[in-house]
């Protein structure tokens, strides 16, 4: 499986923006896909995740309410919808695919990455 993310920006706080993340190759509908993100100086942390059949998801205390995580399994993409975006949402976003089974927050147990979106919001 690879992946493309794409979709990030500079934001003003209290803007949006919709990452997405394109898949290629096969059977994208059994892999459970999460969101990572990292800051400068700061470590990858889990922001979402999303399970092989859209109906689970897992979110990081600090985005949930304001980030929604879905797919298409069609399009072999999914999503990272983030409202009310706040200055310290600004990084690096990646998204990773695991094969599917239970949904995962940590980073070392995803098989594959996108190469990453910069997301920027300002104050």
């Known amino acids: 499986v690879q992946l493309q993310a794409s979709g990030g920006g500079l934001v003003e706080a209290g803007g949006s923006l919709r990452l997405s993340c394109a898949a290629s190759g096969r059977a994208f509908s059994l892999y459970d896909m999460g969101w990572f993100r990292q800051a400068p100086g700061k470590e990858r942390e889990f922001v979402a995740a999303n399970s092989w059949s859209g109906i689970s998801t897992e979110y990081t205390d600090s985005v949930k309410g304001r980030f929604t995580i879905s797919r298409d399994n069609a399009k072999k993409t999914v999503y990272l919808q983030m409202n009310n975006l706040k200055p310290e949402d600004t990084a690096v976003y990646y998204c990773?695919?695991?094969?599917?089974?239970?949904?995962?927050?940590?980073?070392?147990?995803?098989?594959?990455w996108g190469q990453g979106t910069q997301v920027t919001v300002s104050s």
């Open positions: 990773a695919a695991a094969l599917g089974g239970r949904l995962r927050v940590s980073d070392s147990e995803y098989d594959y």
